[in-house]
Every structure is written in C-alpha cells, then in structure tokens.
C-alpha cells in the first residue's frame, strides 16, 4: 500500500510557474507508475500526465504537452509536475494517483487504471 499526499499548489498569474509534488509514504514507492489528473469546477476529472516506474517514460495530454514536466525520484518516494506558461484554464484540483506496475515502462493514463489516489491540491491561475 501507498499513501498520497499533493503539495506546492497555490495561485499565479498567467504565464507564470508552479511546481507540485507528490509525496508518497508505505513501502516500495519504486514499484508503482504514477499520473497526474486534474479537475476544475464543474467539470469531470481529466488526465493530465503520467510517468511510468522507471521514470524512463513520460506523457501529457494535449492541452499541456510543451508546458508541463513530469519527473521522479525514487529515493524521495516523490513525482514532480512543473507547470510552465501557466494559463487560466489550468486552474483545478490537481491529483496524484498511483498504481503497482511490473513491467517498469508503462504509462497509464485512465482513471480506472489507478486505485492509490492523493486528495489532491487547489492551483488557481489568475489573468
């Protein structure tokens, strides 16, 4: 089992910069990929990224591919996403979640592919 705790969110103006962190408790943190979703008011939850076990593979959904980072370490039991060029539509409640994963290089990128989840972090962009 893994415990998820979100970090880092807050309020920027557009075009500014926010780095959030997922901090992971339990044991064996190296053997779980990890995703980031996010969902703004009124609207369903939505996939942001993810970043499979090794940290080897990485991938964003469309809206922020170019502006967002996703990394990990493994020794921190922590994943990072750098939001860059940050934009008003950016603003949610972003998420972590995590799943057990032996093959090391996969990404997953549905909701259902994810049972360890965070309770998330409010990161609001101004214009």
């Known amino acids: 089992q893994v415990q998820l705790v979100e970090s880092g969110g807050g309020l920027v103006q557009a075009g500014g910069s926010l780095r959030l962190s997922c901090t992971a408790s339990?044991?064996?943190?190296?053997?779980?990929?990890v995703g980031w979703f996010r969902q703004a008011p009124g609207e369903n939850r939505e996939y942001v990224g993810g970043?499979?076990?090794?940290?080897?593979?990485?991938d964003y959904s469309e809206s922020v591919k170019g502006r967002f980072t996703i990394s990990r370490d493994n020794a921190r039991y922590a994943v990072d996403l750098q939001m860059n060029s940050m934009k008003p539509e950016d603003t949610a409640v972003y998420y972590c979640?995590?799943?057990?994963?032996?093959?090391?290089?996969?990404?997953?990128?549905?909701?259902?592919?994810?049972?360890?989840w965070g309770q998330g972090t409010q990161v609001t962009v101004s214009s």
């Open positions: 339990g044991r064996a943190f190296g053997m779980y990929a």
């Open positions: 979640a995590a799943r057990w994963d032996l093959t090391g290089r996969v990404v997953y990128k549905g909701q259902d592919d994810y049972d360890h």
């Open positions: 970043i499979s076990r090794s940290g080897g593979n990485t």
